[in-house]
């Protein structure tokens, strides 16, 4: 299933805006990290490793607001750290929903019964909860007992309560297609989640565990065993179908990470949120300034085994809105 046609709507006429006004390089997401704290210690993230005065640091509101709408970007997704730990979070999302931006809050869910009194439904918010497989998967994976049950729970009181509830689920070596069919069946069907991103587990230099994560072969074989027996078309994803089509190796794409460009306390993150070779102090310098060229697999050894959504769903979004044939299968969800 495609996203909802408001934000295709949305999302097609900024692309084409853009395109006429010949910009080769522009946002299409956001990922806006307003802290690097959390409440928990997943092994596969290397987020918490930072010294602990920078955990402590909260980014103010109009900061992270003026960040937004300097680039220009559509979309926010507000990760970190954990970002119901920001005491200004409700805050911030209500400024960015008002300028109309489509607001995507990544959380493990822990803090939203605590905190849901803080936001209100609307077409422009949605949860983004973390769940990374079943009961003892999940748990495994954020390296603490009960919160797969705790985060399940919390996503049933927001559906109660009219939220949109989308989930992100990321892969790692020791998943199977079948741990893969698993969760997203039970995300897809016993959850009743709105929508569903998926993306391999990308190789964060200080993560705790080094071993957990997939190769392009490996990522390759599982998505193509996973998706087979009609599962990719019954699923609902917020992906597009090239996307898909990559993670199964069936299309490759360059990576155009600076269509997803990340912006924290230390300002812009060169040359993705998930690596780190210095900031930039606005987007514009951020997309002028980088050497774009030298990264992406094949030019740099960090991104040898990097499927990320954040480099290369942006590239299948921008091939798709190219072909009439792509963008009529998108619409169909095939």
């Given at each position: 299933?495609?996203?909802?046609?408001?934000?295709?709507?949305?999302?097609?006429?900024?692309?084409?805006?853009?395109?006429?006004?010949?910009?080769?390089?522009?946002?299409?997401?956001?990922?806006?990290?307003?802290?690097?704290?959390?409440?928990?210690?997943?092994?596969?993230?290397?987020?918490?490793?930072?010294?602990?005065?920078?955990?402590?640091?909260?980014?103010?509101?109009?900061?992270?607001?003026?960040?937004?709408?300097?680039?220009?970007?559509?979309?926010?997704?507000?990760?970190?750290?954990?970002?119901?730990?920001?005491?200004?979070?409700?805050?911030?999302?209500?400024?960015?929903?008002?300028?109309?931006?489509?607001?995507?809050?990544?959380?493990?869910?822990?803090?939203?019964?605590?905190?849901?009194?803080?936001?209100?439904?609307?077409?422009?918010?949605?949860?983004?909860?973390?769940?990374?497989?079943?009961?003892?998967?999940?748990?495994?994976?954020?390296?603490?007992?009960?919160?797969?049950?705790?985060?399940?729970?919390?996503?049933?009181?927001?559906?109660?309560?009219?939220?949109?509830?989308?989930?992100?689920?990321?892969?790692?070596?020791?998943?199977?297609?079948?741990?893969?069919?698993?969760?997203?069946?039970?995300?897809?069907?016993?959850?009743?989640?709105?929508?569903?991103?998926?993306?391999?587990?990308?190789?964060?230099?200080?993560?705790?565990?080094?071993?957990?994560?997939?190769?392009?072969?490996?990522?390759?074989?599982?998505?193509?065993?996973?998706?087979?027996?009609?599962?990719?078309?019954?699923?609902?994803?917020?992906?597009?179908?090239?996307?898909?089509?990559?993670?199964?190796?069936?299309?490759?794409?360059?990576?155009?990470?600076?269509?997803?460009?990340?912006?924290?306390?230390?300002?812009?993150?060169?040359?993705?949120?998930?690596?780190?070779?210095?900031?930039?102090?606005s987007y514009r310098e951020l997309v002028e300034e980088t050497d774009w060229s030298?990264?992406?697999?094949?030019?740099?050894?960090?991104?040898?085994?990097?499927?990320?959504h954040c480099g290369y769903e942006p590239t299948a979004v921008f091939a798709t809105?190219g072909s009439l044939r792509e963008s009529l299968r998108a619409l169909r969800g095939?």
């Amino acid at each position: 299933m495609p996203m909802p046609v408001r934000q295709s709507l949305r999302v097609g006429a900024y692309i084409l805006a853009q395109r006429l006004r010949r910009r080769e390089r522009f946002p299409l997401l956001v990922e806006l990290e307003p802290l690097f704290a959390c409440n928990l210690k997943c092994a596969g993230c290397g987020k918490i490793q930072h010294p602990a005065g920078v955990l402590k640091q909260r980014m103010p509101v109009e900061q992270a607001v003026a960040a937004v709408e300097e680039c220009g970007a559509p979309m926010v997704s507000i990760a970190g750290g954990e970002p119901l730990m920001h005491p200004q979070i409700g805050e911030m999302v209500e400024e960015l929903v008002a300028r109309r931006k489509y607001v995507f809050l990544c959380t493990n869910a822990l803090l939203i019964p605590r905190k849901i009194e803080r936001f209100t439904p609307s077409p422009y918010f949605a949860w983004a909860v973390h769940i990374d497989g079943l009961r003892e998967r999940h748990d495994a994976s954020v390296c603490k007992e009960g919160v797969f049950d705790e985060a399940v729970a919390a996503v049933r009181e927001c559906r109660r309560r009219g939220f949109r509830v989308t989930t992100n689920t990321t892969f790692f070596a020791g998943d199977s297609p079948r741990t893969v069919i698993e969760v997203l069946d039970f995300l897809n069907d016993d959850l009743g989640v709105d929508q569903m991103m998926i993306s391999p587990g990308y190789a964060y230099e200080k993560a705790p565990d080094q071993d957990c994560f997939l190769g392009v072969r490996q990522t390759r074989e599982m998505f193509r065993a996973a998706f087979a027996g009609g599962n990719r078309k019954r699923w609902r994803f917020n992906h597009s179908p090239l996307f898909l089509d990559f993670l199964e190796g069936k299309a490759d794409f360059p990576c155009t990470a600076w269509a997803i460009p990340s912006y924290s306390v230390f300002g812009w993150q060169r040359p993705c949120y998930l690596m780190a070779d210095g900031y930039a102090q606005s987007y514009r310098e951020l997309v002028e300034e980088t050497d774009w060229s030298s990264y992406g697999r094949g030019r740099d050894p960090r991104c040898a085994n990097c499927m990320a959504h954040c480099g290369y769903e942006p590239t299948a979004v921008f091939a798709t809105l190219g072909s009439l044939r792509e963008s009529l299968r998108a619409l169909r969800g095939a």
